[in-house]
């Protein structure tokens, strides 16, 4: 199994950038495809996009396409999302999650392990 942990969440001026990462361990990053989420207080954890165990596909959801990017070291055992022109609605907390798969491709549900989060908040 891999144990996923998030960082880089933060506070930060609409309009701006952060970096978020997910440093895995425990196994072969390569062999996992990758997603990220968030979820705010009172609500259902949202898919916000994911990648291939290659990295060769992404996919995002229709409210972060265009501004958020996904990508993967597997020399790193590390996964990234890249988030611009961030909005107060982005505030969540997000989270990455694996799943242990041969086949390329990108994955909305189903993933077997998910990290403990990091706090994103987007002020006005």
């Known amino acids: 199994q891999v144990q996923l942990v998030e960082s880089g969440g933060g506070l930060v001026q609409a309009g701006g950038s952060l970096r978020l990462s997910c440093a895995a361990s425990?196994?072969?990053?390569?062999?996992?495809?990758m997603g990220w989420f968030r979820q705010v207080p009172g609500k259902e954890r949202e898919f916000v996009g994911a990648?291939?165990?290659?990295?060769?596909?992404?996919y995002y959801e229709e409210s972060v396409r265009g501004r958020f990017t996904i990508s993967r070291d597997n020399a790193k055992n590390t996964g990234y999302l890249q988030m611009n022109s961030l909005k107060p609605e982005d505030t969540a907390v997000y989270y990455c999650?694996?799943?242990?798969?041969?086949?390329?491709?990108?994955?909305?549900?189903?993933?077997?392990?998910w990290g403990q989060g990091t706090q994103v908040t987007v002020s006005s």
């Open positions: 425990g196994h072969t990053f390569s062999s996992y495809a």
């Open positions: 999650a694996a799943k242990w798969t041969k086949v390329e491709v990108t994955l909305r549900h189903g993933y077997d392990y």
């Open positions: 990648i291939s165990w290659s990295g060769g596909n992404t």
